[in-house]
């Protein structure tokens, strides 16, 4: 038998091998990624980046304007999910790790965009037209993404994690209890009071 039909035989056993990763937990995802090789492991990555990969996205377009470094951020978030895979300890969801790390990803990036605007108006001759207050209002609308997203991640990790897993991770009540292991009534409680903690802190900042 050739050597390439060989080894896509293997890599087809090691996955049936493996089983499907449909219904494991991110847990269990994280676990194949570390303690499993090829396929199997890849595979598991691979889980991880559909399951999460619309919340990471999301943070990172509500904190960057350019197309090129939200993409850049969403990679470098999961780039740091597989290098730090051996040391996470995240429960049954990843959801509230990965929006904290695209968060801070996010906000570095949109940083060192500014120092680079900054260089760039102090050495040209700026010249206004038209589009300027589109310009503003583009600015204003990052602005109030990163001051949200600031005041989120300031909130207590049991305020944090259902609001994350709510309206970036797209979970109902239902399913975030199960995905923390709490009962429902406590993730209505704590998603009430963590809404409640974040309008008044917003309102402080004059949002």
């Not at 990965?98 to 102090?122: D, I, P």
């Not at 209505?188 to 903690?197: A, L």
């Amino acid at each position: 038998m050739p050597t390439h039909q060989s080894a896509l035989l293997r890599d087809l056993n090691a996955i049936f091998r493996g089983g499907s990763t449909t219904g494991m937990t991110d847990a269990e995802l994280i676990d194949r990624v570390v303690n499993q090789n090829g396929p199997i492991a890849e595979a598991a990555f691979e889980a991880l980046v559909d399951r999460h990969g619309s919340l990471v996205r999301h943070v990172c377009k509500s904190i960057l304007n350019d197309p090129g470094s939200i993409d850049d951020a969403y990679q470098a978030t999961f780039l740091i999910l597989f290098r730090k895979a051996k040391s996470l300890s995240v429960g049954r969801s990843i959801g509230p790790w990965l929006w904290s790390v695209a968060y801070k990803v996010s906000t570095r990036e949109r940083r060192n965009q500014s120092r680079r605007s900054h260089v760039l108006l102090k050495s040209t001759n700026v010249v206004s037209c038209k589009d300027d207050k589109e310009i503003d209002d583009l600015g204003e609308l990052s602005e109030f993404a990163s001051i949200l997203h600031d005041e989120i991640a300031r909130l207590p990790e049991k305020y944090r994690a259902p609001i994350v897993l709510c309206y970036w991770g797209g979970k109902t009540h239902e399913e975030i209890a199960g995905v923390l292991g709490r009962p429902v009534g406590t993730i209505n409680t704590n998603m009430r009071r963590g809404r409640e903690k974040l309008r008044l802190r917003l309102i402080k900042r004059g949002v």
